[in-house]
């Protein structure tokens, strides 16, 4: 394996309303070099075939595009030729509290093709994310991965969540593709499991009954 991993991090003062802040901006790129051994009889997570032990994809988000092996535990090591970009930007008040960030990224692939279709693959998924902090208590996160190779949206979360005085109440939804679904689980019939793939809202919440008792209540619909 062979990786260079280069990353610079400017930074400038400004003021927004009258209100100083600090914007740092942090452009990367990575090369990244994994020869290409056969482990079909260990395991093949790419066509599923050859059994397996507890290896799975990694969800590709930004901080993921830089990650070697994308996959967990050691049972499949993937082979890579590629070039990682990205860059992130973050807000800072004049206490140096960080109150809203932006990164995004994607990986160029030198030499990789879809073993399905036999097909070169020229570059990854977008991967996009943020978060603001309004004031410590209100807070707003989100994240999405679009394929420009399919043309699609493969997976997106946002949740809004409120904290203050041991209450806490937050609301996400979560979208997750069929195809993108496919190519992390390889069930042979997808079908049997969902049309569509995911979409999912969820409610939790909780507060402080006593000094060592609380309460949370979690609500899920798909």
Known sequence: ????????????DGAFFDSPYTQTLEPQVQYLYIKDVD??????????????????????????????????????????????????????????KERFNLAFGQIYYLDRFDREQDTALNYSAWAIESELNVNDKLFVRGSLEYDSNMSNLQFGNATLEYRGSGFVAQTSYRYVSKDYIASSVGFSNLD??????????????????????????SISMI
Request: no cysteine; proline share 3%.
């Open 1 to 12: 394996m062979a990786k260079l991993h280069a990353m610079v991090t400017l930074e400038r």
């Open 192 to 217: 049997l499991i969902t049309e569509d793939g995911i979409s999912q809202l969820g409610f939790v919440t909780g507060f402080p009954l006593t000094d060592r008792l609380s309460v949370r209540v």
């Open 39 to 96: 482990q079909s009889g260990i395991y093949n997570p790419v066509d599923y075939a050859g059994g397996g032990y507890d290896t799975a994809r990694l969800q590709t988000d930004y901080y993921g595009l830089f990650r070697a092996n994308q996959f967990s535990s050691v049972d499949y090591i993937n082979p890579a030729n590629q070039f990682t970009v990205g860059a992130a930007t973050r807000f800072f008040d004049n206490g140096y």
